[in-house]
Nanobody, 119 residues
Framework: QVQLVESGGGLVQPGGSLRLSCAAS????????MGWFRQAPGKQRELVAT???????NYRDSVKGRFTISRENAKNTMYLQMNNLKPEDTAVYTC?????????????WGQGTQVTVSS
């Protein structure tokens, strides 16, 4: 029903910046929220940031002040601006969309994009 495609990952030096994009397509009823997750080698997937339908945002403590989540509703596109990147930010970043359909929430995931922070 819904497809998510991430882009913008790559290799960057510590202190550098990257902007990730997540484009949603397909039959979307009503977006509850969207978010970014990441998974580093040897670690579980963790929540990075979310943005609710109201526009309210939440961030993982370790990225507060460095990352900014935003969206363009007309294009069903979400962004993650990452500044002052650190080696510990290295991970596969995946976007998630949660939509409300017939009273139930469905979640959709992208394929992920690699972010590598290294000097």
């Amino acid at each position: 029903q819904v497809q998510l495609v991430e882009s913008g990952g790559g290799l960057v030096q510590p202190g550098g910046s990257l902007r990730l994009s997540c484009a949603a397509s397909g039959s979307i009823f009503s977006i509850v929220n969207m978010g970014w997750f990441r998974q580093a080698p040897g670690k579980q997937r963790e929540l990075v940031a979310t943005i609710q339908s109201s526009g309210t945002t939440n961030y993982r403590d370790s990225v507060k002040g460095r990352f900014t989540i935003s969206r363009e509703n007309a294009k069903n596109t979400m962004y993650l601006q990452m500044n002052n990147l650190k080696p510990e930010d290295t991970a596969v970043y995946t976007c998630k969309l949660a939509e409300l359909r017939l009273g139930a929430v469905s979640a959709y995931w992208g394929q992920g994009t690699q972010v590598t922070v290294s000097s």
